[in-house]
């Protein structure tokens, strides 16, 4: 073999210009997410370190233990947990069956009740909270003016200000789990309404045998991202009841909020923490179930 044969073989084959543009945008792209990864590092993980360092000590957790509000806020959680969202997808899944109806009004009204869900949290729970005022609220001045007696101070009383914080909560945000029942229902084809109606079915036959198991996976995981995401709904009291009254209708999502007006840090994210082994399970069995 040529020296000339030996030297050709040797040379190693050039980079074709396409894929050294290729590379040259990979390496851009790279150095685009390093930002992201810094915001990430920086107001997600590095908060998220912090409070778990500061709840580390097993002492802060017997004093928080020892806090009957603390127990009256675990309560308060599950009875927000089991009643609440239950309510509330029970409601959106019968309301998803009214709003997939064809008649020309249902836009009105399917615009008019999403109106809750879009608005901010602030104004529509405050004004909630002004017409319940004992004094001067609407609500109370309009049973004055029938009865000429005075109304209840509802936001006084424990259990009554806690169902108002439900009502509060599932009215927030019935309108968004109706949605995407909604959604779930105008997947099922219209074929299968047809040919039961054939058969003479009823509503509730049509319900049990055609909606219900086309909606099923969907509403219950609806209802575990519900339940997660109410873990974490710290308007829906504290917006309306501040806890009170005297700290009875606190739940864990609003407990770390009074700990630190007390300046107790070390109790407020312990009170975080403990949340943890209700969420974790959630979001396991959460996760499982998209996966098949």
């Known amino acids: 073999m040529s020296s000339s044969a030996i030297a050709v073989a040797a040379t190693p084959p ?55 509000i603390f127990l009256r806020s675990v309560v308060n959680t599950f009875v927000f947990l089991v009643v609440a969202i239950n309510i509330k997808m029970i409601v959106a899944l019968v309301l998803s069956g009214f709003f997939v ?24 729970i405050l004004s909630v909270r002004f017409m319940l005022n004992p004094e001067w609220g609407v609500i109370n001045t309009t049973i004055f003016r029938l009865t000429g007696a005075d109304g209840p101070n509802w936001l006084n009383d424990p259990t009554l200000a806690l169902t108002f914080a439900m009502l509060m909560h599932v009215w927030k945000s019935l309108p968004f789990w109706t949605l995407i029942l909604v959604a779930g229902r105008l997947a099922i084809p219209s074929e299968q309404y047809e040919a039961a109606s054939v058969d003479g079915a009823t509503s509730w036959q049509k319900f049990k045998f055609i909606s219900w198991p086309a909606l099923k996976t969907l509403y219950l995981t609806s209802t575990i991202l519900s339940m997660i995401w109410t873990l974490g709904d710290f308007n829906s009291v504290y917006l ?38 209700l969420v974790l399970p959630l979001v396991y069995f959460m996760m499982k179930r998209l996966s098949k």
Request: net charge positive.
């Open 101 to 124: 109806q064809t008649r020309w009004w249902i836009k009105i009204v399917s615009a008019l009740f999403i109106l809750p869900w879009a608005m901010p949290s602030i104004p529509t």
């Open 14 to 68: 050039a980079t074709p210009p396409a894929t050294r543009g290729k590379d040259r945008w990979q390496a851009w792209g790279r150095w685009m997410v390093l930002p992201y990864l810094l915001i990430f590092l920086v107001f997600v993980l590095y908060p998220v370190g912090y409070g778990l360092w500061l709840a580390r000590h097993p002492q802060s957790y017997v004093h928080l233990e020892a806090d009957p």
């Open 240 to 277: 309306l009841t501040g806890g009170g009254p005297a700290d009875m209708t606190h739940v864990l999502a609003t407990l770390g909020i009074r700990y630190l007006r007390l300046d107790q840090v070390d109790l407020s994210m312990a009170s975080i923490v403990v949340a943890m082994p």
